[in-house]
Structure formats: structure tokens, C-alpha cells
């Protein structure tokens, strides 16, 4: 496909600020961020704040923070300015108010004479005879005057059927049912999203819109509009819902919808996150799967963006993370595991911990977890045996293991350069003198780690230091001298 044709690409992202930010929204925002950069064009962020009942205070900073987080940035909007001032539709008023002028004027739209009761009588009516409620029915023969103190509707000049073409989906029609006279202007002097987005698209030459599939339904009014203001609309790109990580149904707050930035605060990366929510629903046509930004920008088209729904994986987001994080270097991934540390494990042998952790973890908030856990309390103090049966393997016996582990603690303690590849020569010698090597191993790591499973023991003893590791050898073994 390449790049667009249009001679100045505009995006924009245009959130209501009445919640948290999920994975849906965030993606809607990166196909217009990476649609604007792909072709050196215009991102904006416009934040559709007219449904004051159902905002949410703090909303629009935590938007502003999610974009960031992800580094979407936008080239116009709150906190940038730009030559379409403000960015909030509650700014907006007198704007809207002078497109609904030119609609008055034309005579295509009027105040709406009904009391909500009526409305209510209309409904009944029409189930009463079992058809659609269509508003359009019920027209007043004439209009009144607009004093700004009733609802003003948009008149459907024509009915009839609608065709158009989406970038996604291909061409696309609904029949003359799909059309009917709706509020443009509330009681309350506000816009509804169905006029104010139009006014502002329009006024902001926005060239591409990214939507959800839920606007489909309503593209016919959409269309109506932009015909009665004489304007062209704009390119649309209706994008694949995201599906619940059964694939079975569209993902809610109930399947794991949860805010973004809970992503951040377990730990994972922006550009991971950025990789990862560019898959749900794009493919690159070929077997790439892990993007830097860059990248991204490079590789996105709109034809390559599929119709199915797109199922949340979070395996797949671990395992795209960790591939981000083996590519940090070496100072990034020490610090890193430093700050996620709990604050009484950052001293001692902490800067020693990097290749356990590391080959444990998909994100940072595994430290957290596997330190909560008391996963990592073994590097830090000795663990108690209080069971030395726990360090018999199998059928050996206690006095065979002792004897063991003090051989273990012997020969260990002739190596100069206490290096996990020494420490490993060493053990595994012995070891593979036995019948069994868990005769050895399975005592090794229990003494030095209180746990069956733990990691590898060689690395444990390098961490721990020479002086440590035959302490916590010979004290296993003087606790298994005493079952003897």
C-alpha cells in the first residue's frame, strides 16, 4: 500500500475522560500515531469531554500519562497547543454552535418540540404496532425558532440507503433504517459525539479516523452530516475488536480490561507494550514479531490491519517482553533489578543477583512477586532446616549424605576462584561418583537454599561466596548428624 495518497495526513485520538484507559483505546491511539508518523503527518490528541455526567475527575491527566508512558506523542493537543485551539471539546461551544447555524439555516436541523414524556408515547406507540421507533416520523410540520433551551435535531435530508467505503472492511452500506433525525445540541448546550466530532474533525482536517466497530451503526448519520455541511469526510479505518483471552467475546473489564498503566506498575516496558498491542489486530505480512519503534513506523499499513478479532494473550506479552529486555544493556538490566528489589535486598550480594533473576523473569514486578514470595530470602540469610530429613534424597541415608555434603564442603573449599563453572566441575566430579547424582545435588541445593526447587545451585554457591556456601554445607550436615 505504501504511502497514502493524501497530500497531509491528520490523525487523532480523540478519548472521553470518563475512566481508566485499556488496551482497546491505547490501540486505537498507536494505529493513528503510527498512521501520522508512517507519513510524516499530524497527531492530534483531543480530548471529547461533553458528557459531564459521566466524567471522571482525573481522567484526562491519566490519559495524557498513558500516552506518554508508551511514547505516543502528539504534535497538537493538551499541553502542546496548536493552531486549532482548544483541544477540549467543553471549550468548544460557540464552535458547534456555529456549524448548527449553518444546518438551521439550510433548514436541516430544529429544535426538538417534545417533552421527554412524549418521546416516551412515540416509543409505545411504535411497539405497539411492532415497528422500529423512527424520531423522523414524528417531525413537527414546521419549525420553531431555536432558543438554545431545547434540544436541537439534525433533520435526515434524504432517506435512503448509505454505501461507503472503510480502509479495513472494504465497502460497506445500510439500508434507509439506519437513518433518522438526532440530537445535535443537548438542553444543557452541549454537543453530542455524534455532531461535535464531526465540527471538530472537520475544523482540524483530520484525514484518517481509527475507530472501533461499535461506530458502524452509526456511519450512516455520520455521513449525513458531512453531506449537509457540503464537507468531504474523512478516510475511515475500522479496526478489529479485542477479544477476551478465551477468544470467545469481546474483552470487558470482567476478562482482564484492565488500566494500562497497571501494565507499567507490573513491570513491563513501553516498547513492549507498544510491540505487543500492535499485533492485536495488525499483521506484518511476514515473521517478524518483535519491533522497536522504529520499526513499527516503517512496517504499518492500513491494509494490513485484518477484520478478526484479535484475542488478549498475556503469554504472548511476557515472552514479547522479555525478547525487549534482552536487549538492554548490561548497566540498564542491573539497575533495573536493583530498583525493583524490595528496599532491605539492595545491599550485600544484590548487584550479584542479576543472572538468576534475569533468566527467571518475563517483567521487573516478577522480582517483586518471587521476593514477596520469599523466593529470594536464601541470599540474604540462612534458611532454616528445621527438617533435616527434607535434605535425604530418595532412599540415601542420612549418613551417606553427610559424608556426601562434607566431601561436597571439602573439595569446594580448594578452589581459589569461587566461579559457578569451578564450583560445577567440582560438584558434578562427585556426583557422578554416586549411584545417583540427586545424592549430592538434591542435599547441595536444599542446604543452600531451603528449597526443593530453586535456582541452579552451582550460581547460588557463587553468589553466596565460598565462606558462606561451606558454612551452610557443613551446617546441613551437622543437622543430618544428629538423625543418625
Known amino acids: 500500500m505504501g504511502k497514502t495518497n493524501v497530500k497531509k495526513v491528520v490523525t487523532r485520538f480523540a478519548p472521553s475522560p470518563t475512566g481508566f484507559m485499556h488496551v482497546g483505546g491505547v490501540r486505537t491511539a498507536l494505529y493513528a500515531w503510527l498512521w501520522a508518523r508512517k507519513n ?48 477540549l471539546q467543553s ?3 460557540e464552535l458547534y454552535k456555529r456549524y448548527a447555524q449553518i444546518l438551521i439555516n439550510k433548514g436541516l436541523a430544529y429544535p426538538d418540540p417534545y417533552s421527554d414524556e412524549e418521546l416516551d408515547g412515540f416509543r409505545e406507540q411504535a411497539e405497539l404496532h411492532k415497528k422500529p421507533f423512527l424520531y423522523r416520523e414524528y417531525r413537527p410540520a414546521e419549525f420553531e425558532k431555536w432558543d438554545e433551551k431545547k434540544p436541537l435535531r439534525f433533520k435526515t435530508p434524504e432517506i435512503k440507503e448509505t454505501k461507503w467505503n472503510d480502509l479495513v472492511y472494504g465497502d460497506l452500506s445500510a439500508g434507509p433504517e439506519a437513518l433518522d433525525d438526532f440530537i445535535l445540541i443537548k438542553s444543557d448546550g452541549y454537543p453530542t459525539y455524534n455532531f461535535a466530532h464531526i465540527v471538530d474533525d472537520i475544523e482540524m482536517g483530520v484525514t484518517h479516523v481509527m475507530r472501533g466497530q461499535e461506530f458502524i451503526s452509526s456511519t450512516p448519520k455520520f455521513l449525513a452530516v458531512y453531506e449537509a455541511l457540503g464537507v468531504k469526510p474523512p478516510l475511515f479505518a475500522t479496526l478489529p475488536p479485542i477479544m477476551a483471552p478465551d477468544g470467545k467475546k469481546k474483552l470487558g473489564k470482567r476478562d482482564g480490561a484492565k488500566d494500562i498503566l497497571e501494565y507499567r506498575k507490573e513491570g513491563y516496558l513501553p516498547e513492549a507494550m507498544m510491540n505487543f498491542l500492535a499485533l492485536l489486530g495488525w499483521n506484518p505480512g511476514t515473521d517478524q514479531e518483535i519491533f522497536d519503534k522504529d520499526e513499527l513506523v516503517k512496517s504499518f499499513e492500513l491494509d494490513r490491519v485484518q477484520r478478526s478479532g484479535a484475542r488478549l494473550d498475556e503469554k504472548k506479552l511476557d515472552w514479547i517482553n522479555k525478547e525487549h529486555l534482552k536487549k538492554l544493556s548490561p548497566e540498564a538490566i542491573q539497575n533495573s533489578i536493583l530498583e525493583w528489589l524490595p528496599e532491605n535486598m539492595r545491599s550485600g550480594i544484590a548487584g550479584k543477583l542479576e543472572p538468576v533473576l534475569f533468566e527467571r523473569i518475563s517483567k521487573w514486578g516478577d522480582i517483586r512477586q518471587m521476593a514477596g514470595a520469599g523466593e529470594l530470602d536464601f541470599f540474604f540469610k540462612k534458611p532454616e532446616l528445621s527438617d533435616g530429613s527434607k535434605l535425604l534424597f530418595k532412599n540415601a541415608s542420612a549418613e551417606e549424605t553427610v559424608q556426601n555434603l562434607r566431601k561436597a564442603a571439602e573439595w569446594l573449599s580448594g578452589i581459589s576462584d569461587f566461579r559457578k563453572e569451578d ?36 550460581i547460588v554457591a557463587e553468589i553466596l561466596g565460598k565462606e558462606e556456601t561451606l ?4 551446617g546441613a550436615a551437622g543437622i543430618l548428624k544428629s538423625l543418625e
Open 40 to 87: 510524516n503527518g499530524t497527531f492530534i490528541l483531543r480530548i471529547e469531554d461533553t458528557d459531564k455526567e459521566r466524567e471522571v475527575e482525573g481522567s484526562i491527566d491519566h490519559i495524557k500519562e498513558c500516552l506518554k508512558w508508551l511514547e505516543l506523542d502528539w504534535d497538537e493537543g493538551p499541553d502542546k497547543g496548536g493552531p486549532h485551539l482548544p483541544y
Open 91 to 93: 471549550e468548544r461551544l
Open 423 to 458: 564450583i560445577k566441575n567440582v560438584l558434578m566430579e562427585i556426583a557422578d561418583s554416586l549411584d545417583a547424582r540427586g545424592k549430592l545435588l538434591h542435599p547441595v541445593r536444599y542446604a543452600l537454599t531451603g528449597l526443593d526447587k530453586s535456582p541452579d545451585p552451582f
Open 471 to 474: 558454612d551452610r554445607l557443613n
